[in-house]
């Protein structure tokens, strides 16, 4: 019975039943999203790769491309309204964010950024890095990225 078992075993791996050798999986090309339009500047808004959406970071900048008046408050809601648009037009929303990075011209504004960062996550809040930074673009106070599913 031993030599049957061996021989049967011998003859699968012969014909590809017993391979130690993983199966071939196809991996997700990444797709470059660009939901205004062509960017402005030299990165997409955000970069899907099978079900995960990268965002690029958002400043509170509004519909002109000016940053909003009101300081870190104004800035951090502005923020969050563009980080949910991206979402949206890209095919996802904020219940669905997993990862947050901020930067902060100020970490002493940490406190009141929180505040209002908060409101967009009333249930589930994601990951979240944050860190200190001199000079972000358009002088802004606060930078958010943001990973997402579909």
């Known amino acids: 019975m031993r030599h049957s078992l ?5 003859g699968a791996a012969l014909l590809g039943g017993c391979s130690s050798a993983p199966p071939q999986t196809q991996r997700p090309a990444p797709e470059f999203l660009t939901p205004y339009g062509v960017p402005r500047y030299p990165f997409s808004p955000a970069v899907r790769v099978g079900d995960v959406l990268y965002l690029s ?5 509004d519909s002109t491309g000016k940053l909003v008046a009101g300081g870190i408050e104004a800035e951090t809601r502005q923020t969050m309204e563009n980080i949910r648009d991206v979402l949206v037009r890209t095919g996802s929303s904020l219940d669905r964010v997993v990862k947050c ?6 970490m002493r504004e940490w406190p009141a950024m929180n505040t209002v960062y908060a409101t967009f996550f009333p249930s589930n809040r994601p990951a979240r890095s944050a860190f200190g930074a001199t000079g972000l673009a358009l002088s802004a106070r606060v ?3 943001c990973i997402a599913v579909r």
């Open 101 to 106: 990075t901020v930067m902060m011209a100020d």
């Open 6 to 10: 061996l021989a049967l075993l011998g």
């Open 57 to 61: 970071g958002q400043i509170g900048t």
């Open 143 to 145: 930078e958010i990225e």
